[in-house]
């Protein structure tokens, strides 16, 4: 790798830490943001949703404006518009001001990380591209390990904006390093047209539909207002290929639909994070239910999985080369099939030293399987489709790990219904478990899904 090149690929690296602080860091401000704006939970929650719901809605449109516009013009508007946020969030006078900024920054990071992913895996030879996910991966989970802790540091320091101020100042820094180091790209040969129509449709499909899975536990599965939004996110899915169909440069180019290959990874980004999600979740209330252990400590609990994951990501872009992806995807998720099964019949009485195993094996299998993926979807398809096929493969991503942990809690919400305070614990466990039977099954589904991958097309795919 020339050096021009790894200075491009460092520079990613540090825009993608940024995201990954913002995105997990927030969790752990709820409770001081909501004593300084004397807001109810309810609302100071979306300081957390709404920029996962951002973040997934618009990361389609991201990677393909920067397929139509040049990666590195979006990545610097998307660090200006991410920077602009975090000043939002950092100046805030209120509580509605502070969920504003915190869309805005979803979009910002929206527009940004599928551009990272297309200009990484595009800046180096193709026996490189393995490496340079998992480079990036491992920025983006390092940013999401470290930033809950970062914020329980400027918590104990008594101020919440501290955390934005630091986020404003990383921002800041991502965007300096991104002018000076990444390189102009070569303009299209063909010029295309933003799909404003297709834009609008999926942005609103998908929003819907996240909106419902995120607002489904308090509202109630069965309520008719839940089942209106998922009866208009149906219809909104169901109109979008109508909307394409007549677009003359349709947001998901249909070549890329036609494509095997690439349709075949794109599962692979999905099919295991729901076991992923349901853990960084549900663990932790797991360890203070039914173990009785304090906050700090459950949050140490799974840091095993957390620092594996970020750790992990490195070694397996190293490995995607000389071993390829079909074996490290059939590897990845037998392993994480087998830690979620171990889950699905586990008991308290094993203790701490029954989860650990369970969370190793779904963190190495995760290890072996994301960046993988991500870098096979990209090798899917040619280089002036990588910023789409990265948008839709973290897209995938969130939405497949939304609808795992909706299943999750309707599961376990059913598991408790009608117990009493004594036996909650105990439900809480055997919902676990059941949600768990969820998880492997999709698990199982992903083995299959890696099994029929023909390696040979994974090549500078046609699309």
């Keep these: 790798m020339h050096k021009d090149a790894k200075l491009t690929i460092a520079a990613l690296i540090v825009a993608s830490l940024t995201i990954g602080t913002d995105f997990t860091g927030a969790l752990l401000l709820v409770t001081p943001i909501e004593q300084d704006f004397a807001a109810d939970i309810t609302t100071t929650q979306w300081v957390l949703n709404i920029y996962a719901l951002m973040f997934g809605v618009f990361m389609v449109t991201g990677g393909r404006l920067g397929d139509i516009y040049g990666h590195r013009r979006l990545i610097l508007l998307g660090l200006a518009v991410f ?11 209120s509580i509605g001001w502070l ?11 929206a527009l940004l990380w599928p551009c990272i992913v297309a200009l990484g895996s595009t800046s180096v030879a193709e026996d490189k591209r393995g490496l340079v996910m998992g480079l990036l991966m491992g920025g983006i989970t390092t940013g999401n390990v470290g930033g809950p802790l970062l914020a329980g540091v400027v918590t104990w320091l008594g101020d919440w904006r501290l955390f934005f101020l630091i986020n404003t100042a990383m921002s800041a820094l991502s965007m300096l390093l991104a002018w000076r180091f990444l390189q102009r790209e070569t303009p299209g040969k063909v010029a295309e047209r933003v ?3 297709g834009i609008a449709v999926l942005g609103l499909a998908l929003l819907t539909l996240l909106y419902a899975l995120d607002v489904g536990a308090d509202w109630g599965w069965t309520a008719p207002a839940l089942i209106g939004l998922l009866a208009a996110s ?37 099919l295991l994070i729901p076991a992923l999600f349901i853990a960084f979740l549900y663990f932790p209330q797991y360890l203070q239910r039914t173990m009785g252990w304090s906050v700090l400590a459950a949050a140490f609990g799974v840091l095993p999985l957390m620092v594996l994951l970020a750790v992990g990501s490195v070694l397996g872009g190293r490995l995607y080369a000389p071993f390829g992806p079909k074996r490290l995807l059939l590897t990845g998720y037998s392993l994480v099939t087998l830690g979620a099964a171990t889950i699905a ?10 989860l650990l195993p369970a969370m190793l094996l779904m963190g190495l299998g995760a ?10 979807a990209v090798s899917a398809v040619p280089p002036a489709r990588a910023g789409v096929a990265g948008g839709l493969s973290f897209m995938v991503h969130l939405c497949l790990g939304a609808l795992g942990v909706a299943g999750a809690t309707a599961i376990m919400n059913a598991a408790t219904v009608g117990s009493t305070a ?8 055997v919902g676990l478990r059941h949600a ?4 492997t099954a999709l698990a199982v589904i992903g083995i299959a899904a890696a099994a029929a991958i023909d390696e040979k097309k994974l090549q500078g795919g046609k699309g």
């Excluded at 920077?83 to 006078?93: D, F, I, M, R, Y």
């Excluded at 290890?367 to 096979?376: E, H, K």
């Excluded at 768990?436 to 998880?439: D, F, H, I, P, V």
Aim: hydrophobic fraction near 55%.
């Design 99 to 109: 969920i504003g900024s915190r869309a805005v920054q979803g979009i910002g990071a």
């Design 83 to 93: 920077l602009a946020a975090s000043v939002g969030c950092l100046a805030a006078p």
């Design 436 to 439: 768990y039977w969820l998880a």
């Design 195 to 197: 799909d404003a129509g």
């Design 422 to 429: 004594a036996q909650a614990d105990q439900a809480f466990a």
């Design 345 to 354: 019949v586990f008991k308290p009485s094993w203790g701490f030293a029954g």
């Design 234 to 270: 149906a219809v909104l899915f169901a109109v979008f290929p109508v909307v394409e169909a007549r677009a003359k440069d349709p947001l998901l180019p249909p070549s890329l639909m036609r494509n095997r290959e690439f349709l075949l990874t794109l599962s692979m980004n999905g």
């Design 367 to 376: 290890t072996l399987c994301v960046s993988t993926a991500g870098t096979a």
